[in-house]
């Protein structure tokens, strides 16, 4: 009631009674969508100081100047961890929203003022409201995916195609304040077929579990989970095993356990003969932001299997370079010995715009160069890649909310001298 009558008071005192604030917008008033204010606020949140809030305000979003206020000013609270330009941004916020803030002070006072004066009765009531209340509902989220490949090898008039169906699903709930269970199905059917040849449907699955929680100050996660290192240029498999996570803006991750069993990674069926078994699995992380939206990541995998440990390296950046156009960089190196095409390979990506699947119409299109020795990675996620070399350009379109469309076409060309490839490919992506 006190913070009601606070804000009418505010309010009418500003309308009628306030001199120099008459023409200050309404506390409540919409910020134009086309504002600058969105840019500059979503360039503080991305920098991961404002710990209230650690995800940008979606494109399109809508804000009263009281949800820009409250934003502003926690990133006034903690200015001292802003650089020099971000913190003359908020200064240029907070000239801005001024009379906004100070509205909002009042406010803050009023609840620190009725959480003092709260009765032992109410603080009982909540106790019991707390411990009646119910567990967390379930989460589940992922998303179905079909895919739809052409292959053409050399000149020969014959070609091959396969299309594929996979979903991804993954549920997710809290056990106490502290802990979270999670449980991931992945669900492969796909449909093989080449120039003379029947067809054949071969089915897989699998179902991960996992735990994840605070263990030695950092975040933990104890099962089975994915491996998807920067880009996926190392690895894209699953480790059975722990990983932790921890700091802030200079963020470090250390994983150990092992991977799938080796006739199910196409890297390491290449190292080693099949004798089953599943390889063990050492990797250690650090990525950085070195500006809002730049980031550089540097890793290292080590990876032993039949008595033979190989190692692998990675460095990664990605920057904007112009509006609307981001360029990423991969490189990795690996010290094994699959062929003499080389130990280092590299991915970069020029990209304009941008999809945002929750936004029908938004899109993105981009130009990929690939040189991947097979020797530079374990099970990298491009494995049309493998052993090859060229340029893939591609096109993203969301037709829908959570519905979006891909198409993208290769000319490969084997590091080993063999024939030229051209390949193409259409997917399309349903979330929920």
């Not at 940008?56 to 409250?70: D, F, K, N, Y």
């Not at 020969?156 to 991931?184: C, F, M, P, Q, R």
Request: net charge neutral.
């Amino acid at each position: 009631m006190h913070k009601k009558l606070a804000i009418v008071i505010i309010s009418s005192f500003l309308l009628c009674g306030g001199t120099n604030v008459q023409a200050a917008p309404s506390f409540f008033a919409a910020v134009p969508a086309t504002d600058w204010s969105y840019a500059a606020v979503n360039e503080l949140i991305r920098t991961g100081n404002i710990k209230e809030y650690q995800e940008t305000i979606p494109e399109g979003r809508v804000m009263s100047r009281l949800e820009m206020a409250m934003i502003v000013s926690k990133a006034q609270k903690n200015m001292s961890a802003f650089s020099e330009v971000d913190q003359n941004i908020i200064l240029k916020l907070n000239a801005e929203y001024l009379y906004d803030l100070k509205k909002l002070e009042v406010l803050e006072k009023i609840d620190k003022l009725e959480e003092s004066k709260a009765t032992e009765k109410q603080s009982s009531a909540l106790e019991v409201k707390s411990a009646e209340k119910k567990p967390s509902p379930v989460n589940i989220s992922g998303y179905v995916r079909n895919r739809v490949d052409y292959e053409k090898i050399g000149d020969k008039a014959s070609n091959s195609h396969s299309s594929n169906i996979y979903s991804y699903i993954k549920i997710e709930n809290k056990i106490n304040d502290n802990w979270t269970v999670g449980l991931v199905n992945e669900s492969y059917q796909w449909l093989k077929t080449a120039t003379g040849l029947d067809s054949t449907i071969q089915p897989g699955n699998s179902t991960d579990l996992y735990f994840r929680g605070p263990f030695l100050h950092t975040e933990a996660t104890f099962g089975k989970f994915n491996l998807f290192t920067n880009g996926g240029f190392i690895a894209d498999s699953k480790v059975s095993g722990m990983k932790m996570e921890w700091g802030d803006k200079l963020k470090y991750n250390f994983t150990i356990g092992h991977l799938e069993n080796a006739e199910d990674l196409q890297g390491a069926k290449n190292y080693y003969p099949s004798t089953g078994g599943a390889p063990s699995y050492q990797a250690f992380t650090v990525n950085y932001p070195i500006a809002p939206k730049s980031n550089i990541a540097a890793e290292v995998h080590r990876m032993t299997y039949g008595g033979k440990t190989k190692n692998f390296f990675e460095l990664g950046y990605n920057t904007p370079i112009a509006e609307n156009v981001k360029f990423v960089g991969l490189w990795g190196k690996g010290d094994s010995t699959v062929d003499d095409t080389g130990s280092s390979g590299y991915v970069t990506t020029l990209q304009f715009r941008e999809i945002h699947p929750m936004k029908a119409g938004s899109w993105d299109t981009y130009v990929k160069y690939f040189h991947l020795p097979r020797n530079s990675n374990i099970d990298t996620t491009y494995s049309w890649w493998n052993g090859k070399r060229g340029p893939r350009i591609g096109v993203d379109y969301v037709i829908d909310k959570n519905f979006t469309v891909g198409a993208m076409y290769d000319f490969q060309t084997p590091l080993d001298g063999s024939e030229k490839v051209r390949a193409a490919r259409l997917e399309m992506y349903l979330f929920f």
